[in-house]
Antibody
Framework: QVTLTESGPVLVKPTETLTLTCTVSGFSLTNAGLTVTWVRQPPGKALEWLAHVLSSDEKAYSTSLKTRLTISKDTSKSQVVLTMTNMDPVDTATYYC??????????????WGKGTTVTVSS | QSVLTQPPSVSAAPGQKVTISCSGSSSNIGTNYVSWYQQLPGTAPKLLIYDNNKRPSGIPDRFSGSKSGTSATLGITGLQTGDEADYYCGTWDDSLTAGVFGTGTEVTV
């Protein structure tokens, strides 16, 4: 059974750095074609793709957030870590860790974590 | 901020059919496969359709997907009250080199 579990702070202050950890089970982060991506959803708003890291360690970031995001993986721990710097109240959202299936011309998210809600407030 | 455009809402009576459009461009839908996600109230999204028209195990055939050019469509037949949810399309954008989602559509039965 594939599971992804997000962990991190519930509350962060403006200007602080957010660090979220995704721990996966049921698949390996070394599998080509399978990896983890992060998606967030502000309250009442649409899904927003944030970043992914491939088994090759190739990374991709949201164009609008790339200066603030860093994604990394620790395959030995089956973990993917996302950091977002200079947090602002508009970054208040539910952050999802999601298994990504990817290849030539295909890119979809087949297993979602339950999400972790992060509030940015002083 | 969403690159893919969907209608904000659609509605129909129980048992009827709805379609949800997803409009993109040559760099995303025009090149890559489309997936669809269902988000029931208060829950995480769930994969509904992948590779334009394939259904994961456990997804009923009332849900279907298609793609033509730079647009994709999700169809839901035999609407049930349990289908009331938000639906999102998604794909990869070769120009942005980023994943992209649609603006989301609320389905009311």
């Amino acid at each position: 059974q594939v599971t992804l579990t997000e962990s991190g702070p519930v509350l962060v202050k403006p200007t602080e750095t957010l660090t979220l950890t995704c721990t996966v089970s049921g698949f390996s982060l070394t599998n080509a074609g399978l990896t983890v991506t992060w998606v967030r959803q502000p309250p009442g708003k649409a899904l927003e793709w944030l970043a992914h890291v491939l088994s090759s360690d190739e990374k991709a970031y949201s164009t609008s957030l790339k200066t603030r995001l860093t994604i990394s993986k620790d395959t030995s721990k089956s973990q993917v870590v996302l950091t977002m710097t200079n947090m602002d109240p508009v970054d208040t959202a539910t952050y999802y860790c999601v298994r990504l299936v990817h290849g030539p011309f295909y890119y979809f998210m087949d297993v979602w974590g339950k999400g972790t809600t992060v509030t940015v407030s002083s | 901020q969403s690159v893919l455009t969907q209608p904000p809402s659609v509605s129909a009576a129980p048992g009827q059919k709805v379609t949800i459009s997803c409009s993109g461009s040559s760099s995303n839908i025009g090149t890559n496969y489309v997936s669809w996600y269902q988000q029931l109230p208060g829950t995480a999204p769930k994969l509904l359709i992948y590779d334009n028209n394939k259904r994961p195990s456990g997804i009923p055939d009332r849900f279907s997907g298609s793609k033509s050019g730079t647009s994709a469509t999700l169809g839901i037949t035999g609407l049930q009250t349990g289908d009331e949810a938000d639906y999102y399309c998604g794909t990869w954008d070769d120009s942005l080199t980023a994943g992209v989602f649609g603006t989301g559509t609320e389905v009311t039965v």
